[in-house]
């Protein structure tokens, strides 16, 4: 398979000719090239962008909207083509892919057709004056994105910033591009105006980068690690771009002695393993009361045990491959650091088959400030820990550089919204762990990120507000 970079309505290979071999996560073998873009491929999407944003920016918000229905309307037609492309470069299992991260993409575009139609901006009234605020589209946007959730992220910021009218330039990781050139036919299909939608594959420190440094694009989203989220503030600040940063998690999952002990074991695997443990938001960091710790922890490795780990296209597999052989080196490197720093390794292993697959681990016996429990490891990991109190509990889930979610499990009310409240994080989930609703505030903070994202949020940052003043009398 080619990929082409998408540039003003036209697939074309990068300026240089260079391309990079994509490898195929489940067989470790090669089964596609990508475009090698540089600084002379994303002038070339600039000017595209720039060409059409403004033609774009005078539709009806409603023919915007109209677009971006159209657009899921298309995925949703061909969604297990698409599910099939995104399992095949992430080595995700195929039902995740198609129940989570397509599933998601439509309903991404359908939500932000829904919220651009139904916006609504404020006015302030005076003494014989009155304030009005206008939403105005920032002009040509980057949207830089991670190859965990390849087309749920990328929708996530593509279909606010073109229902805002905004023109768009798109890099998805050089590890996973083929879903974001599908979506480019799917624009080229549905009759977007060319130039709306330019899409730039390369590495994130050639085409990224150019990205980042353009001085026409006035705005960067960007979701991926937390020293390239450093890296791509200190680039645009001087330049005063506007940021959205989406970084890295080490989310702790809480449970107290009165939750729902079944449930509690459900959602902490999940939290801690879905995607191959490899999202943001995933639990790897389990918080046990250790009047229960004995118990949970030996029916929780029971679990896990027990989760099928295999070919992504069967339909009972619940772990696939990790995204690079690379990857799956820096995972496993943590579990050689984990017994190093005094802890006992549950499972782990690495299945006599190619590709990179490994099985779940779970680690007891370490101090929850060690770095194997402080780090981001980004894989099928979890460190488990007992604690004493509610107070012990919050320092442990606080004590880390990162601040983006906590799923905490009781049945005590109370005790719920004080968690809430003290909990140093961006999201809380009491008693579920990934329930979205797409209206929310997304994002985190401490080490985590830079901003919201989700509903109005999305809306605001894809615009400028501008205010309005009349006098009248
Ligand atoms: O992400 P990168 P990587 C974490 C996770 C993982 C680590 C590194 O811990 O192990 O980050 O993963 C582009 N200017 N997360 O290396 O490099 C890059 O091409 C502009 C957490 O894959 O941050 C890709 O498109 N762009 C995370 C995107 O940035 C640059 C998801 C993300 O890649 C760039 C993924 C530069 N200088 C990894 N350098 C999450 N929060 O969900 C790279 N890129």
Redesign the pocket.
């Known amino acids: 398979m080619e990929h082409f970079n998408h540039i003003g309505g036209m697939d074309v290979p990068a300026h240089s000719g260079a391309t990079l071999e994509h490898i195929r996560p489940s067989t470790g073998q090669p089964d596609a090239r990508l475009p090698r873009s540089d600084v002379r491929d994303v002038q070339h999407a600039v000017e595209a962008a720039s060409a059409a944003q403004r033609a774009w920016a005078d539709r009806p918000a409603t023919e915007r909207a109209d677009l971006c229905d159209a657009i899921a309307d298309q995925l949703d037609k061909r969604i297990d083509e698409f599910a099939a492309l995104e399992s095949n470069d992430t080595g995700k299992p195929l039902t995740l892919a198609r129940n989570m991260d397509i599933s998601r993409a439509i309903a991404n575009f359908r939500f932000f057709a829904g919220a651009v139609r139904h916006d609504e901006t404020g006015a302030h009234e005076m003494h014989g004056a009155i304030n009005f605020t206008l939403r105005r589209p920032i002009g040509v946007v980057g949207l830089?994105?991670?190859?965990?959730?390849p087309l749920y992220?990328l929708s996530w910021k593509v279909a606010p910033a073109i229902a805002m009218g905004n023109a768009v330039i798109a890099?998805?990781?050089?590890?996973t591009p083929a879903t974001a050139t599908a979506l480019a036919g799917i624009f080229r299909e549905v009759g977007a105006p060319p130039g709306v939608f330019n899409l730039v594959h390369?590495?994130?420190?050639e085409?990224?980068?150019a990205?980042?440094d353009h001085p026409q694009i006035k705005a960067?989203s960007?979701?991926?690690?937390?020293?390239?989220?450093a890296?791509?503030a200190a680039?645009a600040a001087p330049v005063f771009k506007k940021l959205s940063l989406?970084?890295?998690?080490k989310n702790a999952t809480l449970v107290f002695s009165d939750a729902d002990l079944d449930a509690a074991l459900d959602g902490a695997v999940r939290a801690g393993f879905t995607n191959q443990g490899?999202?943001?938001?995933c639990g790897s960091r389990v918080l046990v009361e250790r009047s229960i710790y004995e118990r949970f922890t030996a029916a929780f490795i029971d679990r896990v045990r027990a989760l099928r780990v295999g070919e992504p296209s069967e339909p009972s597999t619940q772990v696939g491959a990790l995204?690079s052989e690379g990857?799956r080196e820096?995972v496993r490197g943590f579990l050689a650091l984990a017994v190093s720093e005094g802890g006992t390794v549950h499972g782990g292993g690495v299945p006599n088959r190619p590709g990179w697959f490994m099985e779940p681990a779970v680690i007891t016996g370490l101090s929850p400030t060690c770095r194997t429990a402080t780090e981001?490891?980004?894989?099928p990991v979890v460190t488990i820990h007992p604690f004493d109190s509610e107070v012990e509990a919050l320092a442990i889930a606080n004590g880390v550089r990162y601040g983006?979610s906590a799923s905490v499990w009781t049945s005590d009310l109370s005790r719920a919204h004080r968690m809430s409240v003290a909990l140093e994080v961006g999201m809380v989930w009491v008693n579920t762990w990934l329930l979205r609703d797409l209206r929310v505030p997304f994002g985190g903070v401490k080490d985590?990120?830079v901003g919201r994202e989700g509903g109005r949020h999305s809306l605001e940052f894809f615009s400028e507000s501008r205010n309005v003043c009349f006098r009248w009398r």
């Open positions: 830089i994105t991670p190859w965990n959730l992220l890099k998805p990781s050089e590890l390369g590495l994130g420190g085409a990224g980068q990205i980042v960067i960007f979701t991926g690690g937390t020293a390239t989220g890296r791509v680039s989406e970084l890295g998690g490899e999202i943001c938001l995204i990857h820096k981001e490891i980004f894989g983006l985590s990120g």
